[in-house]
């Protein structure tokens, strides 16, 4: 039995889930006066990765006719992206109306100059630091913090200043949504985790025999099974209990029975039974951790998939999700928002990138599998659009879809020919066309909206390009003499440079930085040297050719003092590498691995990208009004939509109106 | 902790631990070389056990990284 007054309370004092954070008392911050009616609208879409040379073709094609129509009452241009464009970043500038230089996120992945260590960039986790044990239990005395460490401000709090209404829903690198005034609602996306802390972990049970690395899987967990007597037990995982000494993983035991005869199975969990057919997704389940016996739990919510029942039982289960309904983790302003939303819809994936990508990556969903997935997610957002947008009378409303992304990520495969990992027989070649008709409709609805007092802005984040062939960075930083190792190992997360004789080094998917005395703990390359160093890498780096195809692998180098502004420039990666369409950073330089080899295929599934060079994977603009400047950039959005309600743009931000500032001449 | 394996160590060595462990206050030259030890090795398991299995699988969560 559990008294929910009691474990709110305690939630405040006691809850830390891996991550901990801080829950501040109340939701507002100060009045500003009565919120203004008004009947000035501006609606923003968000489509993420959607680009402009796919989009315009299928236009063409006839297959888009609320994008076409919008074309054609309004405007459209391509949106110059971030550099590096990858989400977060790129997120960030639409944001803060800044560039990396103002917002301090440089890249998915960050690394530490004392320790080297690699982390993701947008959020910073810290346990509690002041604690007593008792016996086996660790009490925090002081809260954990789990903070957003994208700087500068975000648009809406001149909006919130101003009493206007707004909801941003999902934007990427928004968790934990900065406490705000009463009237924003904002619902947190990319960057949220799952109840285990992670960017999405599912379990898989099966009985069939896996070799030692088909077990270890990254993005999800395998647990072999053996069915005996027609069932057996297994554990689903939760939070660490960082409560307990030696932080133990929560579980809760579950039974399946399955059926000798026919293709079903049944899940006993603690309180509640599903009844599964082959190839049938449950419901959303709702899932308790216990922290502290009786007092204490953590509320998640998982789907079961029963993939297979024989000749193999498989069976597929959802990364377990932070509950909106009760929220383990600051995930919505006000607190109650994600609440309310999962009393209109029901429970909803809260995990940042909803779609397993990880799980089709590794073959635990196949391709229709992960659509079903995937299919489930758009579901949902569909029913959450339709509710934002059938109560948006005033103020601005900020949606997005990351579907568009995700899938071309996975399915670029399916339709480039020139892809390692092209396959002609797959008959989800038209699965990318298709996720833009469904955005197409999405927009549709968004049209209908429009009234005389309704601008209506349409963005993606950056565009898209096939990743043909992954580069190693860190490898022709060796070979070329100005990184060294300690072992002829590939290592990990740079646990075998020899710093001592280490002068560049790659980390994260764009970053090239320079072991410097004044910044890295073991720095050796002195101030003086910087610019010639820099100067000789970059002209190296342009001349690099694939030896496979002669192709040039790298376009474009950018030096960060040269395009970043702002107080955070000189945490910056001192280069920028911009790969050149059909070329990214492999996943092994990234994560401070050294392979022996400088490039290789792509094979994987995760097909097409755009961690290139920033002017060629541009985004989209469209708005009903006509788009004035000439070369709009992410950037530009928050003065505009400031502008939209007659307030000036924020100090900081490095953009103007794209409705009224011509921007000629602007090279980006 | 009294059972496990003999262990060489150089003479010059084990004077200056000696020293040391007199001068510090330790019970025994043995205390001394064992507490000097297992600080070492927390600090290693820490950042490979705790550390480097645990980022990997976090970073490689990501879309992104295979």
Redesign the interface.
């Known amino acids: 039995m559990k008294d929910d007054n009691k474990v709110s309370m305690l939630k405040i004092a006691f809850f830390v889930i891996g991550l901990t954070f801080l829950i501040a008392a109340g939701g507002c911050t100060e009045n500003k006066g009565s919120a203004e009616a008004t009947t000035k609208k501006v609606l923003v879409l968000g489509f993420d990765g959607m680009d402009p040379k796919i989009l315009k073709n299928l236009v063409e094609e006839g297959k888009l006719p609320n994008f076409e129509l919008l074309m054609e009452i309004g405007d459209f241009k391509p949106l110059a992206t971030s550099i590096p464009p990858q989400s977060p970043v790129a997120w960030a500038n639409f944001i803060t109306g800044m560039n990396p230089g103002g917002h301090g996120l440089f890249d998915?992945?960050h690394r530490d100059p004392n320790t080297m260590?690699?982390?993701?960039s947008t959020t910073k986790t810290e346990s509690a630091d002041k604690t007593i044990s008792i016996g086996s239990w660790i009490i925090p005395l002081s809260s954990g913090k789990v903070t957003l460490l994208r700087q500068g401000s975000a648009f809406w709090e001149y909006l919130g200043k101003k009493g206007i209404p707004t909801t941003i829903f999902r934007v990427p690198a928004n968790f934990p949504p900065a406490q705000a005034d009463m009237q924003i609602y904002q619902l947190s996306g990319m960057g949220t985790p799952d109840i285990q802390?992670?960017?999405?972990?599912f379990s898989y049970y099966t009985d069939e025999e896996l070799d030692d690395q088909d077990e270890d899987i990254?993005?999800g967990k395998v647990f072999p099974v053996r069915v005996e007597a027609s069932k057996f037990q297994a554990k689903l995982f939760g939070p660490k209990n960082t409560l307990q000494k030696d932080n133990p993983q929560t579980f809760v035991d579950f039974t399946v029975f399955v059926d000798p005869e026919n293709a079903v199975a049944k899940v006993m969990l603690p309180g509640r039974q599903i009844m599964l057919k082959q190839g049938e997704w449950s419901d959303w389940v709702k899932v308790d951790f216990e922290i502290i016996p009786f007092l204490q739990s953590v509320s998640g919510i998982a789907r079961f998939y029963l993939k297979e029942v024989r000749p193999n039982f498989k069976m597929y289960v959802t990364p377990v999700n932070i509950d909106p309904s009760s929220p383990a983790l600051p995930i919505s302003t006000p607190e109650d928002y994600s609440e309310e939303l999962a009393r209109e819809i029901g429970p909803f994936y809260t995990q940042g990138?909803p779609e397993d990508?990880?799980a089709l990556?590794e073959n635990v969903l196949d391709d229709g599998e992960f659509l079903q997935q995937a299919n489930i997610v758009l579901g949902e957002e569909l029913k959450m659009f339709d509710y934002e947008l059938s109560r948006f009378k005033s103020g601005l409303l900020f949606f997005y879809f990351g579907r568009t992304d995700?899938l071309a990520?996975m399915f670029w495969r399916t339709m480039d020919p020139n892809h390692p990992a092209y396959d002609p027989t797959s008959k989800y070649r038209g699965l990318i066309e298709q996720t833009y008709i469904e955005m197409d409709g999405v927009l549709g609805k968004a049209l209908k909206k429009l009234d005389e007092h309704t601008t209506l802005i349409v963005i993606s984040d950056h565009g898209f390009a096939p990743f043909y062939r992954a580069f190693n960075l860190n490898t022709w930083l060796k070979n070329e003499g100005y990184a060294s190792l300690t072992d002829e190992s590939e290592g990990?997360?740079f646990?075998n440079v020899d710093w001592g004789k280490t002068q560049a080094y790659g980390a994260g998917?764009n970053g090239l930085y320079l072991n410097l005395s004044e910044r890295e703990k073991q720095g050796i390359v002195q101030p003086w040297e910087k610019e010639v160093l820099l100067e000789e890498i970059s002209k190296k780096l342009l001349a690099i050719r694939d030896p496979k195809t002669g192709e040039q692998v790298i376009s474009r180098v950018y030096k960060a003092d040269e395009v970043y502004n702002g107080p955070y420039v000189k945490d910056a990666p001192d280069l920028l590498v911009g790969y050149n369409s059909g070329y990214r950073a492999s996943?092994e330089t990234?994560?401070g691995k050294f392979p022996k080899e400088l490039l290789r295929d792509n094979t994987?599934k995760?097909s097409g990208?755009h961690?290139m060079e920033a002017e060629l994977v541009p985004g989209i603009l469209l708005s009903n009004k006509e788009i004035k400047s000439e070369h709009p950039a992410l950037y530009d959005i928050a003065p505009t939509i400031l502008a939209e309600f007659g307030i000036p743009k924020g100090e900081g931000m490095i953009g103007n109106d794209v409705f009224t500032v011509l921007n000629i001449g602007r090279s980006r | 902790m009294f059972g496990g394996s003999k262990v060489k160590l150089d003479k010059d060595l084990l004077d200056r631990c000696k020293k040391h462990a007199e001068e510090a206050g330790y019970s025994s030259v043995e205390e001394f070389i064992t507490y000097a030890l297992e600080k070492e090795l927390r600090k290693v398991e820490k950042?490979?056990r705790d550390?480097?299995e645990e980022?990997?699988?976090?970073?490689?969560?990501?879309?992104?990284?295979?």
């Open positions: 998915f992945i260590i690699p982390y993701l802390g992670t960017y999405g972990t990254s993005g990138i990508s990880k990556s995700q990520h990990n997360l646990l998917f996943w990234v994560l994987e995760w990208d961690l | 950042r490979s550390g480097e980022i990997t699988k976090r970073l490689k969560g990501l879309g992104y990284i295979e």
